[in-house]
């Protein structure tokens, strides 16, 4: 990865903040709750830049709508998070999968 790969994550990063930013205050709220929760559990596929992005997409259609956020997710905010990243691996499962032995797993 070199500093001009760098540089554009950053600006990549800064542009989806600022859409997260002029989405309305609960909807705010409840993303950076998603975004705590899926940097806590580590999805491996948390870095190729698909799932926070499509999670505002789906939020501005939600306000765009006039509905509410727990309208769109519901009361139980990790649940929705887990369903979003049921069929993917995570790091705590790559983990599990390195100390319970399982040959060849750990280094997907």
Do not use: N
């Not at 905010?77 to 887990?82: Q, V």
């Amino acid at each position: 990865m070199g500093i001009q790969d760098i540089i554009e994550g950053k600006k990549q990063w800064r542009a989806h903040m600022a859409r997260v930013k002029a989405l309305p205050p609960d909807y705010q709220i409840v993303y950076k709750e998603m975004q705590k929760y899926f940097f806590k559990i580590g999805p491996v596929g948390l870095t190729d830049g698909t799932l926070l992005p499509g999670i505002v997409d789906f939020f501005e259609e939600g306000v765009a709508s006039g509905r509410g956020v727990l309208e769109l997710i519901g009361d139980d905010i990790a649940a929705f998070c887990d369903d979003l990243v049921k069929d993917s691996r995570t790091y705590a499962d790559i983990y599990q999968e390195s100390i319970s032995g399982k040959s060849g797993t750990a280094e997907q």
